[in-house]
Each structure stands twice: as structure tokens, then as C-alpha cells.
């Protein structure tokens, strides 16, 4: 069975959403529109339903895609305070407030700082933690351009 443990070192975020889409649109072609309705024909007779699989397949490479974007929206936060924004226009583009953006962040850092502490993984020593905690601030009482 596909976990998304051994999926994710398996797919980069692009590989993982082109397989899921596939899956999916498989998925999507082969069953009825109207489940209660044993009559209706799929859209696409020719589509094979999904395996068991497959389908658990789907399942954890929804999960790989959700933690390989949460990574990557992190990151881009940060390049977004490198760049000047503030926590309010932060939290505007990823449609939340300035303090939920602001706590989601920390809480990524904090994460990070965890992995380096974890035996053989990869993270941020003490000092990497401190220039990313420097660089998220505080979201009270700024307001970049």
C-alpha cells in the first residue's frame, strides 16, 4: 500500500500532482455520473476503474501534494518578508489574518528547528532558527510598503 512517508521521497510536487491528476480524471471518467442510477453509462466507457490501489494511491498522494505546498507556502513567506511585506499583506494573499500567517510561520520554524535536533535529519541549528525568527518579526505595529 502507498503512505505518503513512502510516496513523498518517491514525487517532487510537480511529479506527485501529475500522477494524482491522472489518477483522478481516470477516476472521474470511469464512474457512473449518477451512482444511483445503475443505467447511466460512464462518460468514457473505455476509462478502467481504479484499483484498490490506485485509489489508496490517490488518497496519499493528496496528502504528499497538501505537505509538499504547505513546504513550499513557507518558503515563500519568507521571501516575502526578505522582500519588505508585511504580516498583513502576508496574510492577505494567502486569505487569512496577519496573526494566523504570522503563528503558522513560527510554527514552521519551530519544526524546523525540531528536524535539525532529530537524529539524521536535515534542519535548522539554533542560529538558523534565530535568523528566520529575526526575519518573521513581530506582525504588530508593521506595516511594510
Known sequence: MSTPDELEGRFTLLTAAARYDALRVRDALALPIDEDDSALTPPDPDAEPL????????LALGEVIARK???GRQLSVRSARRSGASWSQI???LGTSKQAAWEAHNRWIDEQAGE???DGHWGW????????RALAGDPEGE???
Not at 542560529?127 to 528566520?132: I, M, R
Open 125 to 132: 541549528d539554533e542560529k538558523e532558527a534565530a535568523a528566520a
Open 69 to 71: 505546498a504547505g513546504y
Open 91 to 93: 496574510g492577505a494573499a
Open 143 to 145: 506595516d511594510a510598503g
Open 51 to 58: 484499483t484498490r490501489s490506485e485509489a489508496l494511491e490517490l
Open 116 to 118: 535539525h535536533r532529530g
